[in-house]
């Protein structure tokens, strides 16, 4: 069983920068292909990041390509999404997951609780 915490969510301005921290505990992992996702009030969950087991392979939503940019320590159970250029739509719950596999867009088997992100205009 893989616990996930997410921290480093806030208030902050468009265009300000925030990065969220997912830490991980109770397996092994570079094991685990890690994603963020997020989801706005009144919204379906989106997609925003993943990565691969050793870093070197990254997906990207649509919406944050080019703002955003996850990363990966091994060392340090931890994964991080830099968000850069932020703008009030992405405003939401952002949540760290994790799966087994090589295939980032499969099903995540473990959540996080999430973070909160406001985005003021």
């Known amino acids: 069983q893989v616990q996930l915490v997410e921290s480093g969510g806030g208030l902050v301005q468009a265009g300000d920068s925030l990065r969220l921290s997912c830490t991980a505990s109770?397996?092994?992992?570079?094991?685990?292909?890690m994603g963020w996702f997020r989801q706005a009030p009144g919204k379906e969950r989106e997609f925003v990041a993943a990565i691969s087991r050793g870093g070197s392979t990254t997906s990207y939503g649509d919406s944050v390509k080019g703002r955003f940019t996850i990363s990966r320590d091994n060392a340090k159970n931890t994964v991080w999404i830099q968000m850069n250029s932020l703008k009030p739509e992405d405003t939401a719950d952002y949540f760290c997951?994790?799966?087994?596999?090589?295939?980032?867009?499969?099903?995540?088997?473990?959540w996080g609780q999430g973070t909160q992100v406001t985005v003021s205009s």
């Open positions: 997951a994790a799966r087994p596999g090589v295939d980032l867009l499969g099903l995540y088997k473990y």
């Open positions: 109770g397996g092994t992992f570079s094991n685990y292909i």
